[in-house]
């Protein structure tokens, strides 16, 4: 009896042993990969292009200068004698600029270093947030508990990603979207774990550095996720109070009056004009299509991005489970890539968890052709198809300048797929789209066959949504 008793506890000591050692492998080879994509870009590239504009926005922000000013940082590049390069205006919320303003008392050279470290990190606890968001939502399947804790395809697929979603080009760009998508995964799995409050707050320091992730925020509207509205809610508003004392209270008054001049098919001061050809979001789609109409643009836009999202929502379903909400984050993460004015190749790399689901089911279903389309699409959206139209002599058609867009949108349309046939599936079986309401669902015990699955005394048993994964 002894013996038992101990075995019984030995057995999530050893589970929790195995499980610790995947994330450990999932963070140890993603963040292997990424430094791989960095050492060649730190070693002959001293400031890359993107960190020099969040450089220089930094520096104006310790001085107390308007960092929403493209001449005021124009003339800290020509102060610091930066490399030669273009010097972009700052587009992202004052927060960003005014938190990481400690960065500019470094020499160009050795920030740039210290924020591709960053990214490297960032992109590695992405990846393990994401395989954890995961192997959460997996648990409610018959066999999960004999499974491995993170299966040896779900790590492989994280090294394929980091290749097809390009992470080199934000690397070498000096781009922020590794930290953003860090906080992205950190909601995501927090809001799986039913961590509702934590989750809202996770999202609101990804919209205070970029705006669009806010709109993941919808599924939670519909669903009465009342805690995790709570907690954005809460996060933003400690944002703007924590970026006082530093100084951005004239910044937020700035940039809330340069906001809706940051819209759908404006011309943003010292940026590319919005219908440039290496634009491809809506906006940019628009704007080559319809001349430069901005009025035009601006309708168009916003009503595509409106049938984007009812239509992944409406796909989707308002039940509250960890499953559903994987399901249809693949298309949701393309609208939200596509629904920003400017949209360029390495933003491509916000659909790495949605991306890393969808492989991995299709991997466990052994839809082998599934994948090759999934890694195909991903790898086709991250190319730089505008150096291409510049080798055709003649001008080509404004609808034939935008095949990052159509791959985006055939991402969009392989999501819908997915999320449709799963719920088909799931639809076959007696009782497994029990209706749930609000954000109860996280919280209400496992009824009948669902139920019965489940050992005595697990404690995810009482959290498990009333259906049955395929």
Not at 65 to 78: C, F, Q
Not at 171 to 187: D, E, H, I, R, S
Not at 254 to 267: A, I, K
């Amino acid at each position: 009896m002894a013996r038992v008793v101990a075995a019984m506890r030995a057995a999530p000591r050893a589970r929790f042993s195995n499980e610790l050692l995947g994330y450990l492998s999932v963070f140890t080879i993603s963040t292997g990969a990424a430094l791989l994509c960095v050492l060649d870009i730190v070693l002959k590239q001293p400031v890359a292009v993107d960190f020099r504009s969040f450089y220089t926005a930094f520096l104006a922000a310790g001085r107390g200068l308007d960092v929403y000013d493209v001449e005021v940082l124009e003339a800290i590049a020509s102060e610091l004698r930066l490399p030669d390069g273009p010097t972009f205006p700052y587009l992202y919320p004052p927060f960003f600029a005014y938190a990481f303003q400690w960065l500019a008392r470094l020499r160009p050279e050795v920030a740039q270093a210290v924020w591709s470290s960053a990214a490297v990190v960032s992109f590695g606890v992405a990846a393990t947030l994401a395989v954890a968001a995961i192997r959460r939502a997996s648990r409610g399947s018959p066999g999960a508990d004999r499974a491995p804790a993170v299966p040896a395809a779900l790590i492989a697929h994280v090294a394929l990603l980091a290749w097809a979603l390009n992470l080199r080009h934000n690397l070498a760009m000096g781009q922020v979207n590794p930290l953003v998508l860090a906080f992205l995964c950190a909601a995501l799995a927090l809001s799986l774990s039913g961590k509702d409050a934590l989750a809202g707050l996770a999202l609101a320091v990804a919209a205070g550095i970029k705006i669009t992730p806010v709109l993941l925020a919808i599924p939670w509207v519909l669903e009465r996720r009342r805690r995790a509205l709570a907690g954005l809610a809460a996060g933003l508003g400690a944002l703007v109070l924590v970026s006082l004392p530093l100084g951005a209270a004239p910044a937020w008054i700035e940039f809330s009056r340069r906001l809706p001049r940051m819209s759908h098919g404006d011309t943003i001061p010292g940026l590319f004009n919005p219908g440039t050809t290496p634009n491809f979001s809506l906006a940019g789609f628009y704007t080559r299509l319809f001349a430069s109409n901005t009025a035009a643009v601006k309708v168009a836009s916003v009503i595509t991005v409106l049938l984007l999202l009812g239509g992944a929502l409406a796909l989707g379903g308002r039940a509250a489970s960890p499953s559903c909400s994987l399901r249809r984050l693949l298309p949701l993460l393309v609208t939200m890539v596509v629904a920003s004015p400017f949209t360029y190749v390495h933003h491509a790399l916000y659909v790495f968890p949605a991306a890393l689901f969808a492989l991995g089911r299709a991997t466990e279903q052994e839809r082998r052709a599934e994948v090759g389309v999934i890694l195909g699409l991903l790898s086709l959206a991250t190319i730089d198809f505008p150096y291409v139209y510049e080798r055709f002599k003649a001008p080509l058609p404004p609808l034939l300048l935008s095949v990052n867009l159509y791959v985006l949108l055939a991402l969009y349309a392989l999501g819908m797929r997915m999320l449709w046939r799963e719920r088909r599936e799931a639809g076959a079986v007696p009782g497994a789209l029990a209706p749930a309401r609000g954000g109860e669902a996280h919280d209400r015990p496992a009824h009948g066959a669902a139920a019965q699955r489940s050992a005595p005394g697990e404690e995810r048993a009482a959290r498990r949504p009333a259906h049955v994964e395929r």
